[in-house]
């Protein structure tokens, strides 16, 4: 079988490859590169997939491509599509793929991402999980002629699709195995917000139950509910793959590849980036291991630069961000059960603000909720700057306390 080598590889060629491949372009002219990804597409950004992709038929996979098609041949970027790795041998620098073919490698990113979990009893009929921009055009195949649908899982990437589909005029059902959609965020308020704001919409939503079998049309709950579901979306998470480099000996964490604050593995020539990588966070703190796109865009950014040579620790504020119909969220930080927690607002506008603060009274975190997303914008630069600064807010509780608070006021 053939080989090549190559100084660097860029290995999943998601989210993290692309901003990653491009750093390094823009430090390093000369290394030969390529990128190796089992999907069809060059590197995207997987967030309108849930939000207009799997709705609207215009909307082509092009449309959320990271870079221009010509942005690969003009800096010299090999792209391996289709190409699934099966093994990574760190001692002789070589990823074999499933193909047979062989590349040899100076240093590499293994950035290959998540998968999302399957439960096969469910993933019968008209079904899918969304994931790629395959999963997408899959949909909305299924999608045509379907007048009902159920979710299973209230989570972010099912809540962001039954606005969607609620938009096109499905009717929506939405089985939650906890007590209101969203039960695992960092806010109860915000998560009961959007749960409301859905239900007004016209979802329906089961919550404290679990879908146990699908039968042509309908999904069946554990507690005897048949939901009418001409096509079911299984959103329950996703679990990092970790298979390759766990087979490669690369050290592992709690929950993903272990590595420095560089982001470079227990492999001197080997880096993560994105939903794979857990390092000690120096903004957060502690150890961490997030799956969020701007994430997956910074830290590849970041090994992209450490590959080509830089040495400097990562440190950007975490950024997750959620559109679900008209509303906009984003969480900064890194806000945590132990805070003490400023809520302000209207949770029936809904319009939802609150700051996070540690037992020492250092800002962690910054949530917000509303339909402006403009007005959004200002509050973010100023967490994010306070966030990065460990500002301490001791000497504001007085007016944090107050509900009228402008919180733009804290820049004073
Ligand atoms: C539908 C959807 C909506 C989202 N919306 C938001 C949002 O609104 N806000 C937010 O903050 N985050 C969002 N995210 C999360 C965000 O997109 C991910 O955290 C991000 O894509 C992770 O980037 P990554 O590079 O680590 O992995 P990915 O982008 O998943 O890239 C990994 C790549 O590796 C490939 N791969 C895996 N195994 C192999 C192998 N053996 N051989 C070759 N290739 C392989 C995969 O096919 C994939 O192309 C969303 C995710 C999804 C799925």
């Keep these: 079988m053939s080989k090549q080598r190559y100084d660097v590889l860029f290995l999943g060629g998601g989210t993290s490859c692309g901003y990653a491949a491009a750093a390094f372009r ?3 002219k000369e290394s030969t590169v390529a990128i190796v990804t089992a999907e069809d597409q060059p590197p995207y950004d997987r967030p309108p997939l849930s939000k207009k992709f799997i709705v609207r038929e215009d909307f082509v996979p092009e449309d959320i491509h990271a870079k221009d098609p010509s942005f690969y041949k003009d800096n010299n970027i090999d792209l391996f599509l289709q190409e699934r790795i099966a093994q990574l041998d760190a001692e002789s620098r070589e990823v074999v793929l499933e193909s047979g073919h062989r590349l040899e490698y100076g240093k590499a990113l293994y950035a290959l991402g998540s998968s999302p979990i399957e439960i096969p009893e469910l993933l019968q009929g008209e079904s899918a999980t969304l994931r790629t921009t395959q999963d997408g055009l899959k949909i909305r195949r299924q999608l045509a002629g379907a ?15 039954a606005a969607a589909l609620l938009d096109k005029g499905l009717a929506v059902t939405i089985v939650e195995r906890g007590p209101h959609l969203w039960s695992r965020f960092e806010s ?15 979802a329906r939503i089961l919550v404290n139950t679990t879908a146990v079998e699908r039968k042509p049309g309908v999904l069946v709950t554990s507690d005897g509910n048949e939901v009418p ?24 964490g709690e929950s993903g590849v272990q590595a420095n604050s560089n982001l470079r593995t227990s492999d001197e020539r080997i880096w993560v980036a994105g939903d794979v990588a857990e390092y000690p966070d120096v903004v957060c703190g ?3 291991r997030i799956e969020h796109h701007l994430h997956a865009k910074w830290t590849g950014e970041k090994a992209g630069a450490a590959l080509a040579g830089e040495t400097s620790a990562y440190r950007r504020v975490p950024y997750f961000f959620s559109d679900v119909g008209e509303l906009s969220m984003i969480l900064r930080g890194d806000p945590r059960p132990d805070h003490q927690v400023f809520t302000f607002g209207d949770p029936r506008e809904p319009l939802i603000s609150q700051v996070f603060l540690d037992p020492g009274g250092i800002v962690r975190g910054f949530i917000d909720l509303r339909k402006d997303y403009k007005a959004q914008e200002p509050l973010d630069e100023m967490f994010e700057q306070m966030i990065l600064a460990q500002k301490n807010l001791s000497d504001r ?5 107050k509900p009228s608070f402008d919180l733009l006021d804290l820049n004073g």
């Design 397 to 401: 509780i007085e007016d944090l306390q």
């Design 26 to 28: 823009e430090r390093d």
């Design 229 to 252: 579901a001409d096509f079911v979306l299984l959103g329950v998470g996703a679990r990092p793959n970790l298979d390759v480099a766990r087979a490669a000996g690369l050290e592992m």
């Design 147 to 161: 007048k009902t649908v159920a979710i299973v899982g209230g989570g972010y990437i099912g809540a962001e699709a």
């Design 188 to 202: 109860r308020e915000v998560a009961q917000a959007l749960h409301a704001y859905l239900e007004q919409r016209g």
């Design 286 to 288: 502690r150890t961490v």
